[in-house]
């Protein structure tokens, strides 16, 4: 059986936190933002598609013997978790998008980036 170690137990309670108070401080005020440019949308996608990379690099590689480093999974999560997350995840800043004006969509490239590394470092760590 799977038993949760604290940290992620914490991370759990600190991430549905963020989720459902951002539902309810301050939302009253918010405006959708309907205008999504070309480097909105780009952005977004640059989000989708690395943290799609990311979760199958790192499915590949558990299922090859490696074993992840990220203390929030454990060392061998499984494939519906990691999908489950990254899912959740990219909802999330999509939510959040919605909401943002075109140049805060920017910081976007941010997570997309970071997702992007690492599917670069897990490819790298793969093929060594």
């Given at each position: 059986m799977y038993r949760k170690s604290k940290l992620q137990k914490r991370c759990l309670i600190y991430g549905l936190i963020l989720v459902f108070?951002?539902?309810t401080v301050g939302c009253a005020g918010w405006q959708k933002n309907h205008s999504w440019t070309t480097g909105d949308k780009i952005a977004l996608g640059t989000v989708i598609v690395c943290t799609a990379a990311d979760i199958a690099t790192t499915v590949y590689a558990l299922d090859n013997g490696f074993r992840e480093m990220n203390p929030i999974?454990?060392?061998d999560p499984s494939p519906g978790v990691l999908i489950a997350v990254g899912?959740?995840?990219t909802g999330l800043f999509y939510w959040f998008a919605q909401?943002?004006?075109s140049n805060e969509r920017l910081l976007l490239y941010v997570p997309g980036g970071v997702r992007c590394i690492a599917?670069?470092?897990n490819y790298k760590v793969i093929n060594e």
């Open positions: 108070g951002a539902g999974y454990g060392d899912a959740i995840s909401y943002m004006t599917a670069a470092h």
